[in-house]
């Protein structure tokens, strides 16, 4: 994978998979977490499309009729058409992807030392 900063040259950024904005290196584990998230999000919706697609296609096509198990076409697209909605949901929910914390909201100081931050009571 290759990971280009976005105040780098244009042949690095042409180049690059990743492309942080900020010179912050910071953000490859943050870059790394949302690829994770997102192939876990595709992995869902795959397992539970296929699941209601096996399910809902022989019902429609009649397949189950000896059992007296049948729905109408029209009831079994719908369905299907809510699965379709529900899966574009379950994707949208990246859009809320908040990063495992890594550290960096407690940065060491700038000025090199190595002092630990201090914490500070809330104010009533």
Known sequence: MGVAIGTGTDVAVE???VILMSGD???VPKAIALSRATLRNIRVN????FGYNIL??????????AWNISLSPVLVAAAM????VLVLSN???LRGFKPPLGGDEKAAPRDG???????VPPVH
Not at 46 to 49: A, Q, R
Not at 56 to 65: D, E, K, M, R, S
Not at 81 to 84: H, I, K, N, P
Request: hydrophobic share 55%; no cysteine; proline share 6%.
């Open 56 to 65: 809902l296609i022989p019902v429609a096509a009649g397949v189950l009729a």
């Open 46 to 49: 795959l397992f539970w499309t």
């Open 81 to 84: 058409g809510l699965g379709s």
């Open 91 to 93: 994707a949208l929910r």
């Open 25 to 27: 290196l910071r953000g």
């Open 113 to 119: 030392s190595t002092s630990a931050p201090k914490l």
């Open 15 to 17: 180049t690059a998979d």
